[in-house]
């Protein structure tokens, strides 16, 4: 019995170590062909997002969300600005355009950090001061400031993300930024 465990435990080193020289991490890597390119399909995704955005986002604030007050007015209209810069950029493959399109999407996510700050703020105001009937707006605000992530914020996170990446960075034809 004890011959045939040893038996038992050899055939299955060895077919352990077969199986480990069989890793595909222990292959080298298939070269490049220079001739093929390797085609890219998410910059366009999300240029045409942005511009979908940016249609969505002036329909909203001209027809849904007009403001009286300027400042508030010009914090709207920056979104759409933003992401109109940042499809641009997108489309255009220059190394500056790489630089244009992450400027705009930190510049877009520091509008709604802004935005998502006044409707907390409009929420607790709104709380504070009016009783019950206050705390059933603030909630319908609280709910606005959770919504305006996914409609705001979310888009520019994906494509920050995506420009960061050795595809992004390929894309605009410059150097990985992490080695």
Known sequence: MARAKKKRSKSSTKKSSRAGARKPADKPAAPRRPGIVHREIRPYIYAGLCFFLAVVYLILFLSVLPNRH???QALLYSFPAAVTVMGAAMLVRRPGSWWVAVI???????????????ILMTASFLAGVYGAMGKAAS???????VLSFQVVALGPMLQLKFLMTRAGRRWFRLEPIWG
């Open 70 to 72: 300027a400042w508030a």
């Open 104 to 118: 705009a999407g930190c510049f877009m996510l520091t509008a709604w950090i802004i935005t998502l700050v006044l």
């Open 139 to 145: 909630t319908f605000a609280l709910v606005a400031a």
